[in-house]
């Protein structure tokens, strides 16, 4: 088969592709592979966007895509860094991934609580029960226009399934600890989860990320929630990777009737991060909580992309997003809500403010609402401003350094989406990592 | 303590402050007053270090030290403490961590000692019951929504923890009740010490009734035009500052 392939940096991933299947050697025959195969045929009719495109008019790709990526190279994690990402006082379920490969010998997987099922997608694909499902996500991820959803799944191995059983409360939290090295070329790897919450069940998830100093990588995130009625999933992400890495986080939550997803990103590591969310409603009384909190310098660069569906009466949405830019730093919040003719009754609210600490630093902020119904509330703000001169004075003269106190008020600014989260101990986990990042 | 010589002070090129003699020494208790506009909330704000107030000419020096040279926070530091007309509300920045963090910092910056954690939150409480404020406020946000009065009472919570050398209250009593103004001045009262000063800037002689002070000046024009004691702050509130616009008229 011969395919024009357009766009120079597709052909190049083509090209590992053929590399990566020549690995594989008997795995070609497993059926996760038809999706690979079929993903990587879509790949090459596809291009990667440009600042031309609407959705990616303030985020370049030209970084991310320059790069010379190899295949994970196998390393090792230390108990102390390990310790350092783990949640103090959480008997949390851990899955820990170094350079993108599975740790089982540091991963924490036994007895697991009643009605929680933790396998690879490999599995779920040859499991009668969960197989319809599983087929029918890979499918649809290996066939969206989004080419990084379809890389992810042209290169995706050992993803992870996770099923919650009807009114099954999973208290612990899973924590997927995602650990990455510095390594001499720079490494691509595809994490990609389905999980799957039925009727009455709950489920937290904690996605960290983080990474040695100079570590040069791609991660590129696809997740794939479906949350049925009356079910509610929380799914911190906790980034703080290294500098010069890059990461794609593409999220998608189905929900059904009377359920809620709440979906936290902190950001605070990365070269490029790019966050694509998006909320599907298909039943009524359904919340989606979207937050983000990212707190970049240097030549940072956090993009977050939502995208609520508001398609049936009674729902409600909320988005919160903040973030604080020094140095060269760029952010970008891009918020659609389409509010459909049906979706009568919703409520939708998006807040997106920003505080910009040097003249360097910008803030690109577009909220975009497309309304069909008539009878809605519907709000949006965005707001750009800079640390309260009074507040610093009234500060310091009770002592605070001027580093102290411009701490003070970023955390202040921050706290308010950090404290969205339902957990103390995660919450404190997050403080911790932004007070870290300000000691940088 | 503090010994102010000829300062002359300017906010957006247009001066203020037209020179300023006063020389406090440990323990006194001074009285700033004088009509509005007249330069005393001025007085106050270049003492605490804001930065829009430019000044001109003459000298501050607090305890050997040019206090001018000093950075707002060094002030602190060595014991200047301000309470502010219109303490500002902070989101976010939760009132308890706050005083730890001040306290600490504070605490570092004189050599003194670490305090436990335990010790903190005990010395926290024994001021807050002190100056009449309500343990439910430490878990707010930083005089976020508080009343004019629960904002002074904060400040003076603050100076009680802060442990100041040199305290001033700029109009600190403007707006209050009786019974905020009496939590004001027994908090200042039980502050008193040999080595602690206190300079008291208010537009009405009220407040003097609780404090008694141990010099009164006022200030008219940029300039300090009269001084006394005590009995002073009576004149005025009898006669109004009228008769001494007349005096400084009829001498110019």
């Known amino acids: 088969m011969i395919t024009e392939v357009q766009d120079k940096n597709i052909a190049r991933f083509g090209v590992l592709f053929s590399e990566f299947e020549e690995q594989l050697n008997g795995q070609k025959q497993v059926s996760a592979h038809n999706f690979r195969s079929k ?64 740790d089982e010998s540091q991963s924490k997987l036994d007895h697991l609580p009643k009605g929680l099922t933790i396998t690879t997608i490999e599995k779920a694909l040859e499991d009668e029960a969960t197989k319809g499902f599983a087929e029918k996500h890979l499918n649809e991820n290996a066939s969206t226009d989004n080419p990084f959803v379809v890389l992810n799944t042209t290169f995706a191995e050992g993803g992870v399934f996770i099923h919650v059983a009807k009114n099954a ?32 069940g709950q489920l937290k998830i904690i996605d960290s990320f983080s990474a040695a100093e100079g570590a040069v990588y791609f991660a590129n995130v696809v997740n794939v929630f479906h949350v049925h009625a009356n079910a509610h999933v929380f799914h911190y992400k906790l980034q703080d990777e290294s500098e010069t890495a890059f990461q794609v986080n593409n ?14 990103a902190l950001d605070l590591g990365g070269r490029i991060v790019r966050n694509n969310l998006n909320a599907i409603h298909q039943g009524e009384n359904i919340t989606s909580n979207l937050y983000g909190a990212f707190n970049i310098n240097g030549d940072q660069h956090v993009d977050h992309q939502t995208f609520i569906d508001h398609a049936i009466p009674n729902c409600q949405s909320n988005e919160l997003y903040k973030g604080v830019l020094d140095g060269k730093s760029n952010g970008v919040f891009n918020g659609k809500v389409m509010v459909r003719r049906d979706a009568q009754k919703t409520n939708a609210y998006q807040q997106n403010a920003a505080l910009v600490l040097s003249d360097k630093a910008t803030m690109d902020s577009k909220p975009q609402l497309e309304i069909y119904a008539d009878d809605v509330k519907c709000s949006h703000g965005a707001t750009i ?13 009770r002592g605070m350094s001027e580093k102290m106190a411009r701490e003070a008020l970023q955390h202040a600014f921050l706290i308010e989406v950090l404290e969205q989260i339902n957990n103390e101990a995660i919450q404190q986990r997050a403080e911790a990592m932004l007070y870290h990042k300000f000691g940088k | 303590m503090l010994s102010i010589k000829n300062l002359k002070v300017a906010v957006e090129d247009q001066p203020i402050l037209k020179g300023i003699n006063l020389d406090i020494k440990p323990g006194e208790v001074h009285a700033i007053m004088g009509p509005n506009g007249s330069g005393k909330s001025t007085l106050a704000n270049v003492l605490a270090g804001r930065e829009e107030y430019e000044v001109t000419e003459g000298s501050i020096e607090y305890l050997g030290q040019d206090l001018l040279d000093l950075e707002v926070d ?47 939150l005990k010395l926290i409480r024994e001021k807050a019951k002190m100056v009449g404020v309500d343990q439910s406020f430490l878990r707010r946000s930083l005089n976020e929504g508080f009343s004019g009065g629960e904002k002074k009472r904060n400040e003076m919570l603050q100076m009680a923890l802060l442990e100041p050398k040199l305290a001033i209250l700029d109009e600190t009593d403007s707006g209050l009740d009786i ?74």
């Open chain 1, 39 to 102: 993903a990587a045929e879509r790949l090459a009719t596809l291009s990667f966007p440009t600042r031309r495109d609407e959705d990616y008019k303030y985020t370049s790709f030209a970084r991310l895509l320059n790069q010379d990526y190899t295949f994970p190279v196998e390393a090792e994690i230390s108990q102390e860094i390990l310790d350092s990402i783990r949640i103090p006082g959480e008997e949390a379920i851990e899955l820990v991934f170094v350079n993108g490969l599975f």
């Open chain 1, 169 to 200: 409360i999973i208290d612990r939290p899973i924590h997927f600890i995602q650990y990455n090295t510095a390594t001499e070329q720079p490494f691509m790897f595809h994490p990609q989860r389905i999980v799957e919450v039925e009727q009455g």
């Open chain 1, 251 to 264: 999220t998608t939550a189905f929900q059904e009737k009377d359920s809620t997803y709440t979906n936290l």
């Open chain 1, 385 to 397: 401003g800079q640390l309260d001169q009074a507040s610093m004075f009234y500060l310091k003269s």
């Open chain 2, 74 to 120: 060094e002030r602190a530091q060595a014991g200047v403490f301000m309470a502010f007309q219109y303490p500002v509300e902070i989101p976010g920045v939760n009132t308890a961590t706050f005083l730890k963090q001040v306290i600490g910092s504070i605490r570092e910056a004189r050599g003194e000692e670490e305090l436990s954690a335990p010790d903190m």
């Open chain 2, 179 to 252: 019974d905020a103004l009496r939590i004001v001045s027994d908090a200042v009262n039980q502050m008193r010490a040999k080595d602690r000063s206190f300079i008291i800037v208010t537009h009405y002689q009220r407040l003097l009734n609780y404090i008694t002070p141990d010099h009164v000046h006022v200030i008219y024009q940029g300039r300090i035009v009269k001084s006394g004691d005590k009995n002073l702050a009576l004149e005025l509130e009898d006669k109004g500052y009228d008769w001494i616009k007349e005096e400084v008229e009829t001498v110019a």
